[in-house]
């Protein structure tokens, strides 16, 4: 575990997103929904009944639309193995732009990426499932790369 990392984060953020100035900030809660936000909750997942099986078929949808996609997983992530994305973004047969790369972060590797035809993957070397929160300026590296629309970055000498 990263010194970086703070157990307390989740405790934090039920407090900060309960905050009524944060949620009226965020238009959140406009409904004025009867319970506390909370980091991990089974309300949506009970309740939420249209969801696809599948996010493949919206991917090859947006894909077709012109959007660009960015799929990101931390290279530790136990929900959501690496993997398991791999073989998912494989099973949409897309052509491949650029071929599994390093991507650099101040020298050090901060990943790899894989660039297809309308969908790029990038992984987190050392990030869980929630890569922002385990290595939050090599997400923001990645957010920054899909803003600029530019390629994960390369090794600089």
């Known amino acids: 575990m990263s010194r970086a990392y703070d157990p307390c984060t989740e405790r934090y953020s039920k407090v900060y997103f309960n905050r009524p100035e944060v949620q009226k900030a965020l238009h959140a809660n406009v409904t004025g929904i009867p319970y506390p936000w909370e980091t991990c909750s089974n309300i949506v997942g009970d309740y939420w009944a249209d ?30 193995p690496v993997t398991a994305t791999r073989y998912s973004i494989d099973a949409l047969k897309l052509p491949t732009i650029i071929n599994w790369y390093p991507w650099y972060d101040g ?7 894989q660039v297809y035809t309308g969908l790029t993957f990038v ?5 869980g499932h929630e890569v922002p929160l385990h290595r939050p300026r090599q997400a923001f590296i990645l957010f920054m790369s899909f803003l600029g629309n530019k390629s994960m970055p390369g090794r600089s000498f």
Request: charged fraction near 15%.
């Open 51 to 80: 969801s696809p099986l599948s996010m493949l078929p919206i991917y090859k949808e947006l894909i077709a639309a012109g959007l660009r996609i960015w799929v990101y997983s931390g290279d530790t992530d136990a929900v959501v």
């Open 107 to 113: 020298g050090k590797v901060g990943g790899w990426s």
């Open 123 to 127: 992984t987190v070397t050392g990030a």
